[in-house]
């Protein structure tokens, strides 16, 4: 099993793990995407690999992920891992992005095997979060591998 926590402020950290989640499904592996706020606070017995999920939300990483990746530090340095990282920031300042992410690997001296940076747009005029098609597909595959021939053709762009 995948297991893949997430903190999410806004949804769109959410909406990444259960796109990554169906991704997983697609390769033939069985997925379990959980909020940190309702999961276990350590990760399954079982686990073959884990998917860490954080939103950035005033200059920081979700506090509650910090904490999840802190107790749970020992097993996911020896497991298959990576970590996406949500901002504004990653959309043009690559180089502040990349600071959050090594400052949650300071705060919890956690190495991620595979990194992701996903951008989120600014919120419309209707309030509601939006996620680019490409941003999901570019996390989803930094994250847990190629994407199936299927669900590649939903990440080209509508011509």
């Known amino acids: 099993m995948s297991f893949l926590p997430y903190g999410t402020t ?5 909406k990444i793990a259960l796109y990554i989640a169906d991704v997983i499904r697609d390769h033939g592996h069985e997925p379990l995407a959980v909020d940190v706020r309702e999961s276990p606070a350590t990760v399954p017995v079982g686990c073959d690999g884990v998917i860490v999920g954080a939103s950035i939300h005033m200059g920081r990483h979700d ?3 910090v904490d999840f990746v802190r107790t749970n530090r020992d097993v996911l340095n020896r497991l298959p891992t990576a970590f996406y990282s949500v901002s504004l920031a990653a959309h043009g300042d690559t180089e502040e992005a990349e600071g959050y992410v090594e400052q ?3 705060e919890t001296a956690w190495r991620p095997g ?8 600014g919120r419309p005029k209707s309030e509601s979060c939006y996620m680019p098609n490409r941003v999901l597909c570019t996390t989803a595959t930094a994250a847990a591998g190629p994407l199936s021939s299927t669900r590649a053709a939903r990440c080209r762009p509508n011509r």
């Open 10 to 14: 806004e949804g769109q950290t959410a």
């Open 63 to 65: 506090r509650r992920v």
């Open 104 to 106: 949650l690997k300071h």
């Open 114 to 121: 595979k990194l992701a940076r996903g951008q989120r747009a």
